[in-house]
């Protein structure tokens, strides 16, 4: 039997096999859903593309907040102080965080962005402690391939 999932003829899966050879594109990072790796984001799909970046900077794994797991993403908008899903404060308003290095932290949120009682849909970071949060959880995801930063 193929070690790879194809899928069915009607359920075709990703015709993904192996070790991952390009880096992922990253859809969210410029707002529109229609960001392609490294355009103008970094997004990694193996140690290589850790170009201009330290690999104990990009975290790779977080807790998601409850109303925004919907899939197996984090989406992440590095061109603009927008959240789409949220991470979670379920630890005194902190959130773990695993990075590509290895090493994991609790990071603790400056602002109340990330409490909420009902799915917040998308927003904007509008307070001066939700825009420090926001750079923070978007600094720690990608960088801009044009000015270093975010966004």
């Not at 790779?60 to 925004?68: A, K, L, S």
């Amino acid at each position: 039997m193929d070690a790879c999932y194809r899928g069915t003829p009607t359920s075709p899966g990703s015709g993904h096999c192996g070790k991952p050879l390009f880096p992922v594109n990253g859809p969210w990072l410029n707002g529109q859903h229609t960001h392609f790796s490294g355009m103008p984001y970094l997004t990694f799909g193996r140690m290589s593309d850790f170009r201009g970046v330290s690999t104990s900077d990009i975290w790779t794994y977080v807790d998601d907040d409850p109303w925004t797991i919907n899939d197996a993403a984090m989406a992440v908008v590095a061109a603009d102080k927008e959240f789409v899903d949220y991470c979670s404060h379920q630890h005194r308003n902190a959130c773990g965080f695993a990075f590509a290095d290895g090493h994991s932290e609790m990071h603790g949120w400056k602002s109340d962005v990330f409490f909420h009682t009902e799915d917040p849909g998308t927003t904007q970071a509008t307070s001066a402690m939700a825009q420090v949060d926001w750079f923070w959880w978007a600094w720690h995801a990608t960088r801009s391939t044009i000015t270093g930063t975010v966004p």
